[in-house]
């Protein structure tokens, strides 16, 4: 898997630092309040444990939404996998993100949130690709400000017919143009599954 990987851009030891600052920070702003942090599945789930060890109290809810079925390219189209179990209204809800990229899954939660009566909705994102919105949707908690590639790793996944890749990698680095667009390298189908 790592040699599908162009280059490294945080390490597991940047992560770390990034979780203790967020959640530092967090821990801060929230104190003597009661939020809900709000995991999105299924990416976050790594960056969301990470940040929440720093905090004192804490809900935990999840909420699953989709916009990447598959390939690099958002559908353009947010869908709702799996609901919140909680009730929302008059809560402070934190999302925990792994990336923010056109913006789109990120707006679709917050109408939703504030649609039921949240009182405040902040998000909480390991990655911040600026360059990658199409609607305006603001990050108050940012790990990292990523550029425009598509990345994977610690959390963030390339998925192939269902089949998801490099959710597990300890770092976050540049997937290979030649992994998802094999006209760029002298690559062939066969080669790219290989290489998983
Ligand atoms: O800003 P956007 O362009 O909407 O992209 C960001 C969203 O896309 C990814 O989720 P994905 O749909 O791939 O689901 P996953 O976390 O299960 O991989 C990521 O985890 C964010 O939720
Ligand atoms: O750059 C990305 N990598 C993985 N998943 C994503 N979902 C939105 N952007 C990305
Ligand atoms: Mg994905």
């Known amino acids: ?13 940047d992560i770390a630092e990034a979780a203790k600052r967020v959640g530092g920070e967090l821990a801060h702003d929230y104190e003597n309040k009661t939020p809900i942090i709000l995991v999105v599945l299924k990416g976050a789930a790594l960056w969301a444990v990470d940040v929440m060890r720093y905090m004192q109290y804490t809900e935990v809810e999840f909420i699953d939404v989709s916009s990447y079925n598959g390939g690099v390219a958002s559908s353009g189209e947010v869908s709702l996998i799996t609901d919140i179990k909680s009730d929302v209204k008059g809560r402070d ?22 649609e039921r009566g949240a009182n405040t909705v902040k998000t909480a994102s390991l990655l911040d690709k600026k360059e990658g919105r199409v609607v ?8 990292f400000d990523v550029p425009k590639a598509f990345v994977v790793g610690y959390g963030l996944d390339y998925s192939v017919e269902g089949k998801e890749f490099y959710r597990n990698l300890p770092y ?3 997937l290979k143009k030649s992994v998802y667009a094999p ?3 002298n690559l062939v189908d066969a080669d790219i599954t290989s290489t998983h």
């Open 183 to 185: 006209e760029h390298a």
């Open 136 to 143: 305006d949707a603001t990050v108050e908690y940012i790990g």
């Open 172 to 174: 976050v680095g540049i």
């Open 93 to 114: 809800i934190i999302i925990m993100e792994d990336i923010v990229d056109t913006g789109r899954s990120l707006m679709f939660m917050k109408d939703l949130l504030l």
């Open 1 to 13: 898997m790592d040699n599908d990987i162009e280059r490294v851009l945080y390490s597991r030891e």
